[in-house]
């Protein structure tokens, strides 16, 4: 599990190795390196998704390590409070950004070779209130892209924790 300490509440994660062994080594990896750190949710959308894990409040984007797999075949369905992994219109494109699903958001599952999917890997198990608050702040326009929170939504940490 991780914990994510934000500037407006905590919430935690609940990995799942078995289903997204790819994606969470991935993430797990970026976690322990302190990457999400000094991050912020950068593209905030009621109803449909928060995404964060790659800008800074300046909507610069931090470096990361290449691509994975897209394990979007794994079963897992993009449910209101899931995790799954950002990514280009490449299939496998995803690196550290990962969005939380404000919603059932079932046209993002994988269907198919037309329409290969997002991959889950993980659900928000406390916390969900925060996620909440996140989706409901104002956005804007910023350096060129949309929907990004006025006042910076901030990771001031992302570590492992021990369940339960």
């Known amino acids: 599990m991780v914990k994510f300490e934000t500037s407006l509440g905590d919430f935690v994660i609940a990995l799942d190795a078995a289903k997204a062994p790819v994606t969470v080594a991935n993430f797990l990896q970026y976690v322990d390196d302190g990457h999400f750190d000094g991050t912020v949710f950068h593209r905030v959308i009621p109803g449909f998704v928060i995404q964060g894990g790659g800008m800074t409040a300046d909507m610069s984007q931090k470096p990361t ?3 994975i797999e897209n394990e979007a075949t794994n079963g897992l369905k993009n449910l209101r409070g899931t995790l799954s992994m950002a990514r ?5 494109s995803a690196t550290s950004q990962f969005f939380v699903n404000l919603a ?3 046209f993002l599952d994988h269907q198919g070779s037309r329409n290969f999917g997002y991959a889950v890997f993980g659900k928000v198990v406390e916390g969900m209130d925060v996620i909440d608050a996140i989706a409901a702040v104002k956005t804007g326009r910023k350096r060129g892209h949309d929907d990004v929170p006025l006042e910076p939504v901030t990771v001031h940490a992302a570590r492992r924790v021990a369940a339960g």
Request: net charge neutral; proline share 9%.
């Open 104 to 106: 059932d958001n079932a």
């Open 88 to 92: 280009t219109n490449d299939v496998n």
């Open 65 to 67: 390590r290449k691509p």
